[in-house]
């Protein structure tokens, strides 16, 4: 298994949930370390279960997966990473990942 990093990619509009580029959320299978949106982690949910049983989607590349807030007028993008269960946070950041 594995833990989620999401991390704040981008947003267009405004964030009501005053997410920012560059913020990051841990997720280890039981909490989310970190503040995270209810309406995208509602949305994002599915992918994170599926990334951390070790599925693969034809859109992932180098373990990511980018998925927007279902927000139309005020666009997150978020990035979900997968890491192996033994990463310590703090150890990672999805905003120093190479293009």
């Known amino acids: 298994m594995y833990h989620i990093i999401i991390g704040v990619q981008s947003i267009r509009g405004k ?21 995270l949106c209810d309406s995208a982690c509602a949305f994002m949910m599915p992918t994170i279960y599926a990334m951390r049983y070790g599925a693969e989607f034809p859109w992932m590349h180098n373990d990511i997966v980018a998925m927007a807030c279902p927000d139309p007028e005020n666009r997150v993008v978020f990035l979900l990473k997968r ?17």
């Open 15 to 35: 964030c009501l949930y005053q997410h920012q580029p560059g913020d990051e959320i841990l997720y280890d299978g039981a909490t989310f370390h970190g503040k």
């Open 83 to 99: 890491v192996p269960e033994e990463f310590s946070p703090g150890a990672f950041q999805l905003s120093k990942l190479p293009d």
